[in-house]
């Protein structure tokens, strides 16, 4: 099966130019003006933009956490990425403490294997690094192709590892080449917080937000450098949210160091204003909590600076009866929101369309650094020769506004309900077939891949 798009605006992180593609089979075969190869199918690209498929790296389907679900699946969830434009996902695996990587893999396994719409990948969660748990690292990279090894500096009794383990960790993974992410927050800090909130009789959600300040999040992201640095281990900070933590990043840059590091759409674009709704502000009640606008200026200025390499979504769902779940205490309303299909858009509207950031900047960050981070470049994450046929078909000009009454989410609210936006999805296809077109899937669950990652040397 060939396809040939003609005429649209191709861009990547480095070029924008009109050209002609030809689709073959699953991955790009040539690329150039005027192409006159036969092919059976035509697509006429004229006015629009052509994208490599979008990457979040950073996703929790069908997730067991704070006593729930998250509500997407890995159906739901990948089908509606591609409906955003992502065409590939790395979700996390969880380690339950006390038992191996391999059990935890099996049970995400389970649950992904011939359900997923989209393609995805996996991090491997490590809450309890021992000696099984060290020998099980190898495996995970050589035979099962997941090289990213996620760490919670938070989330204590449950997800949280000590420093001891962290560095420990660290060691391994550096030596069989891999990279360890993590969850930088101060989890000692923030249950003190939380504990001192509950006993003042301070329940309502802006009680997420306060008990979990800025200093927390700093001084873990320059623990976390520091142990990085020192073991010489590739490292990434998942959602860094505020200035404090980047200028953390920035500090590390100053003794030569690179460290990763990923925010989230809604961090650039959402404040804590919305915590003072009264319970309305649980459907924006994740770890960490969204931050002040001075925040957003930094992270935008650090996408622009290079410090800040990735903009995922940490989509993390639940139904508004599962937030409901704390509606007496803020600490029991399950953190998280979603974001997963609103990501490229939301992106493209407030970052280009606006003139924050270049269109190859644009590609650079939702693309093709996710690809090239985690060992999926140059198979995901560009449009050139050989690479995956993952791309999306933007109309630049379009509004549109977002709606639950209208997204693919498996959730009954948005947390971006009514956004007026600029810019639309409108065709995408994954490895050469046309999985989305005006709206509509074209295709089942069980057509996503799961992709293993190569190793990493942290340097792109
Ligand atoms: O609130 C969040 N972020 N929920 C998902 C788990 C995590 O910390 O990433
Ligand atoms: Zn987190
Ligand atoms: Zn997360």
Redesign the pocket.
């Known amino acids: 099966m060939s396809l040939l798009i003609k005429n649209g605006r191709i861009i990547t992180a480095t070029d924008a130019y009109v050209a002609d593609l030809l689709v073959e089979g699953e991955t790009i075969r040539a690329i150039g003006k005027d192409l006159s190869f036969p092919a059976d199918e035509t697509i006429d690209a004229t006015g629009l933009l052509v994208f490599p498929g979008g990457i979040d790296p950073h996703v929790?389907l069908d997730m067991p956490?704070m006593g729930t679900f998250s509500s997407d699946t890995h159906e739901t969830g990948t089908r509606a990425a591609l409906h955003g434009g992502t065409t590939t996902v790395i979700d996390f695996v969880l380690q339950k403490q006390g038992h191996s990587l391999k059990d935890a893999l099996a049970d995400w396994n389970s649950r992904a294997e011939g359900t997923a719409v989209g393609d995805y990948s996996f991090h491997m969660a490590v809450t309890d690094f021992n000696e099984n748990t060290r020998a099980e690292i190898q495996q995970m990279i050589e035979n099962e192709g997941i090289t990213s090894f996620k760490t919670f500096m938070a989330y204590k009794g449950a997800l949280m590892i000590d420093d001891r383990q962290m560095v420990a960790l660290m060691q391994e993974v550096k030596k069989q080449g891999g990279m360890v992410t993590v969850?930088a927050t101060n989890g000692d800090v923030i249950d003190y917080l939380v504990a001192k909130h509950r006993a003042e009789g301070k329940l309502a959600p802006l009680y997420h937000y306060l008990s979990q300040p800025e200093m927390t999040e700093a001084e873990a992201s320059g623990r976390f450098a520091d142990m990085a640095d020192y073991t010489g281990c590739p490292a990434y900070i998942?959602?860094l949210t505020c200035e404090g933590a980047l200028n953390a990043v920035r500090n590390a840059t100053r003794r030569n160091q690179k460290l990763f590091v990923e925010t989230c759409i809604q961090y650039l674009i959402l404040d804590a204003s919305l915590y003072e709704k009264d319970f309305e502000g649980a459907k924006w009640v994740?770890?960490p909590p969204l931050r002040e606008k001075k925040d957003q200026t930094t992270l935008w200025a650090g996408i622009n600076q290079g410090l800040v390499q990735v903009v995922a979504t940490?989509h993390?769902p639940f139904m508004w009866e599962q937030k409901l779940m704390g509606k007496d205490d803020f600490s029991k309303i399950p953190?998280?929101h979603p974001a997963i299909e609103n990501r490229m858009e939301l992106l493209y509207s407030e970052g280009v369309h606006t003139g924050k950031i270049t269109e190859n900047k644009y590609i650079e960050v939702a693309c093709t650094n996710p690809a090239k981070i985690f060992g999926l470049f140059p198979k995901k994450g560009t449009i050139a020769v050989g690479s995956d046929a993952d791309l999306v078909l933007f109309d630049p000009t379009e509004k549109h506004t977002i709606s639950a009454q209208t997204h693919h989410m498996h959730v009954d609210y948005s947390a971006y309900e009514g956004w007026e936006i600029t810019g639309k999805v409108k065709t995408v296809l994954l490895r050469g077939k046309v999985v989305i077109d005006n709206g509509n899937c074209l295709v089942e669950k069980g057509y996503g891949q799961f992709i293993k990652r190569n190793k990493v040397s942290g340097t792109i």
């Open positions: 929790h956490f969850h998942v959602h994740m770890s940490d993390c953190n998280g």
